[in-house]
């Protein structure tokens, strides 16, 4: 296993007490569509988390969005759910500094900070998604509701309609 995956396994065990499964491929998850095939699964079942940087207004820095890999993140809606002025893609640099994970893995959980989480109700149609595991060849399976316990997530549409 790639040891950015097994740290993510461990690091899970050790925050959460759960045992995830990590599942890696050779031809890469890096977008939703990718890990869709490699997994055998609708893309929608894809756990994509986006981290978006917030300025203007009482907010955080950074905040990550677990979005089914069949929508797409409404930046407006996400600035405005956080009451930010605006919302951008967060630095790769930024992201891999305070979360910990470069992006193309980033997963919705064992981030190095906690940060502000909101999750795609989109998800919650699925009995498993899939989410990446530190790498862009990495996910998981889980839960979606134990998915958002885990991350903390605040359950929110803020996808383009």
Known sequence: MHQRASEF?????DRYGVDLEVLEFDAGTKTAAA???????????IASTIVVSLSGGDHAD?????????????LDAVAEHFGASS????DPERIREVVGWSIGGVPPICHDESVPTVMDPTL?????????????????PIDPDRLADL???????????
């Open 151 to 161: 991350a903390d997530a605040t359950v929110v549409d803020l996808t383009e309609s």
């Open 87 to 90: 919302a951008s893609m967060g």
């Open 62 to 74: 950074l905040v990550a969005a677990v979005t089914s890999g069949a929508n797409r993140l409404d």
């Open 9 to 13: 396994a461990e690091r899970a065990n």
């Open 35 to 45: 890990a869709a095939d490699a997994v055998g699964c609708e893309t929608a079942a």
């Open 124 to 140: 919650g149609t699925f009995e498993t998604v899939y989410a990446a595991a530190g790498t862009p060849s990495a996910v998981f």
